[in-house]
């Protein structure tokens, strides 16, 4: 579900999902290095919050996780937004990032409903 989640969000970026990328150049989806940071970023951050429904048997914010699980998936998603943000050629602007984080936490609540 994941996946098809980041595929999702690959295919309909370029539609003004995020701002700075073509519709489309000449190989007929987003290639920029503009929109590998868009995907680094939200492939990064949904893998952390993955974690998250596939420790709990139920719906994931039902049952805490360690303090140790939170803080190592804090500071993950704290440094890979920091990359995004700063490191990275044709870096993302903060409007940018909060999408990617929005469209993560909404994706995070569908997987795992849907588990």
């Known amino acids: 579900m994941q996946s098809l989640a980041s595929l999702v ?59 140790e699980l939170l803080v190592s998936t804090t500071l993950g998603n704290i440094v890979a937004t920091l990359l995004a943000l700063y490191a990275f050629a044709d870096p993302l602007s903060w409007s940018e990032v909060g999408t990617i984080w929005l469209y993560d936490i909404i994706v995070l609540f569908v997987v795992d409903f849907t588990k």
């Open 9 to 67: 969000f690959y295919l309909s970026m370029d539609n003004g999902l995020i701002d700075g990328i073509a519709p489309h150049d000449e190989a007929g989806y987003p290639t920029s290095v503009h929109a590998q940071n868009a995907i680094w970023l939200q492939v990064s951050i949904a893998a952390e919050f993955l974690i998250f429904a596939a420790r709990a048997p139920g719906l994931f914010f039902l049952s805490r996780p360690s303090n």
